[in-house]
């Protein structure tokens, strides 16, 4: 893929995402779900892309411990709103069941 000058972009994601945040620094993007979906345990709500390639994955168990009783069967999932973005590149989420979860998209050193 190259830029429009002919220049390589520093890193690309490898999928279509229309809900995401990218970190102060550039090398983390933290990619959201659809706002609705149906999916399983370990469907990801939320994925971190670092540039060095690394990915990190929080699963729809994280937030309905029911989940992990039938990991295997697909069910109606929603994750919840995108609550604060703090300059830190921390943000929060709150789920569907108005619980507080925090996460970092720090760039890695």
Do not use: C
């Amino acid at each position: 893929m190259q830029r429009a000058d002919g220049s390589e972009p520093p890193w690309i994601i490898p999928i279509h995402a229309s809900h995401y945040l990218v970190s102060k620094g550039g090398a983390t993007v933290a990619v959201f779900a659809p706002p609705s979906i149906r999916g399983k345990a370990d469907t990801p709500f939320l994925t971190l892309y670092r540039k060095s390639g690394t990915k990190i994955e929080f699963g729809y168990g994280l937030l309905y411990d029911n989940l992990l009783k039938t990991p295997d069967a697909y069910h109606p999932l929603s994750w919840g709103q995108l609550l604060e973005v703090r300059g830190d590149d921390e943000f929060s989420i709150r789920s569907v069941r108005g619980e507080l979860f925090k996460f970092s998209m720090k760039d890695e050193n």
